[in-house]
Nanobody, 116 residues
């Protein structure tokens, strides 16, 4: 089970930190990801991190602004979002997948709104 929180309303240039609390399984062989979906658009990949090694991957649109991290003791994944832009407005979802599989566990989504 994945529980995301931390969304809200922020002005352009501001920051937010999203959290995703994971439970119900051992995640050591998993990849944790953040995705987002803006109104009228397809869901898109934002960032991912391997649970064991902490290897990260980012969409080009967020590189240098967003940072994904995990706290293995708390079973929580974070997405630190800085220099937010209005085009970052979306519902953000955390997700999990085994190394060899597709994302098959999804959190409920948290709304991020960036005003200009």
């Amino acid at each position: 089970q994945l529980q995301a929180c931390g969304g809200g309303l922020v002005q352009a240039g501001g920051s937010l930190r999203l959290s995703c609390a994971a439970s119900g399984r051992t995640f050591s062989n998993y990849v944790m990801g953040w995705f987002r979906q803006a109104p009228g658009k397809e869901r898109e990949f934002v960032a991912s991190i391997t649970w064991r090694s902490g290897y990260t991957n980012y969409a080009d649109s967020v590189k240098g602004r967003f940072t994904i991290s995990r706290d293995t003791a708390k079973n929580t994944v974070y997405l630190q979002m800085n220099s937010l832009k209005p085009e970052d407005t979306a519902v953000y979802y955390c997700a999990a997948k085994h190394f060899a599989g597709n994302y098959d566990s999804w959190g409920q989504g948290t709304q991020v709104t960036v005003s200009s």
